[in-house]
């Protein structure tokens, strides 16, 4: 990658890493952002007449309730996922570990009957609720090894079983990411506007959340909730400097590539960012509905990685169609210049490291 592209990678970044430091200020930060730009508006439209201004507060406040009031209601009203059991590492567990954890699987799988979007077969897991019971019958008097061996039979238990009945719904969460993120990748690379961006991002990431825990009929506790809460955060405020962050980028690629993919590579790779955004908290978001692991910290970071894994596998595909839908579709750039694009933009989000532009918190 020319050196250009390398300095704005590591601007970009940097940005992130910052805006993850500041943690759950993130929440504060993105109200007080969006009081702000209300408030400009509202200046701006008063000085004209006290009328327009008076109307902007009342469109604003509808269109606020509705876009982003109602799928964070939604979000809350579904019922807290069932916390794993803390439990001490695979070779330290005992007999009254591998009970406790069997208890939270067993009614894990119980969950699935009472979920609409879950349209397996009941038997399935039934059957998996009692080869729960009977692998929990067998932990009593257990010595050592047959903990140890216990402890394996669960493990299968959990990848053949659990997770066969959890792909259905991983299906359904994988397409609601991808629809989500190219959404907001496309309404923020037409949009020339920072504060429309940020907007955007918050409406759509929220819309995400909300579905997403629909889908996995449960929402993460408090800590999780505010966690995600946080992500958002840090995208939307990230969505509203990207835009100058961008434009420097297209002068850059302007040097690289031509004035033709200059001009539109900047809106372009704003989009992009900020689809990517939207994948991983899509994923670190579907991590947390869905987890029904022992929960541990080795089992928390293993679960994160996992989500930024299938992050940035889609990262590409995603971008990719970002730039075809609107360089090709709604601009009309030539397809060479097309192909420039997509060879320039996708080099962002090849092979992200564990700290590369995330969502604060993950």
């Known amino acids: ?110 969950s699935l009957l009472s979920n609409p979007e879950w349209e397996g077969a009941p038997e399935d897991v039934h059957a998996a609720m009692a080869r729960c019971r009977a692998l929990r019958d067998s932990t009593t008097d257990a010595d050592s090894s047959r903990v140890s061996a216990l402890s394996g039979e669960i493990r299968t238990l959990e990848r053949e079983t659990v997770e066969r009945l959890l792909a259905p719904l991983d299906r359904k969460a994988r397409k609601i990411i991808r629809q989500e993120a190219l959404g907001v990748g496309v309404a923020t690379a037409v949009s020339w506007n920072g504060t429309i961006d940020a907007f955007v991002v918050l409406w759509r990431n929220a819309n995400l959340c909300s579905r997403l825990a629909r889908v996995y009929y449960g929402r993460p506790g408090a800590r999780g909730t505010l966690a995600i809460l946080r992500d958002v955060s840090a995208a939307t405020l990230a969505s509203a400097y990207l835009q100058d962050l961008s434009e420097a980028a297209g002068s850059a690629l302007s040097g690289i590539f031509g004035k033709t993919v200059g001009a539109f590579g900047g ?40 989500a930024f894994v299938e992050a940035a596998t889609s990262s590409k595909e995603v971008v990719g169609e970002v730039i075809r839908t609107v360089g090709g579709g709604l601009w009309k750039i030539p397809a060479t210049a097309i192909s420039k694009l997509s060879e320039a933009v996708a080099g962002f989000f090849r092979k992200p490291g564990a700290g590369d532009a995330a969502p604060a918190g993950a």
């Open 1 to 110: 990658m020319a050196a250009p592209l390398e300095d704005f990678q590591r601007v970009l970044r940097a940005v992130y890493r910052f805006a993850r430091t500041l943690s759950y200020t993130l929440i504060v930060l993105m109200v007080l952002f969006l009081v702000s730009q209300v408030v400009d508006i509202y200046r701006l439209l008063a000085d004209i007449h006290i009328a327009l201004g008076i109307a902007f507060l009342v469109v604003f406040l509808a269109a606020f309730g509705w876009f982003v009031g109602r799928p964070i209601a939604a979000f809350l009203r579904m019922p807290a996922v069932l916390k794993p059991p803390a439990l001490p590492p695979l070779g330290e567990r005992t007999a009254r570990d591998l009970r406790r954890h069997l208890v939270f699987v067993e009614r894990y799988l119980g």
């Open 267 to 306: 809106p372009l790779l704003d989009g992009g960012l900020n689809a990517v955004a939207t994948l991983r908290i899509g994923y670190v978001t579907k991590a947390r509905c869905r987890a029904f692991s022992a929960w541990t910290e080795a089992s928390r970071a293993q679960a994160l990685k996992g």
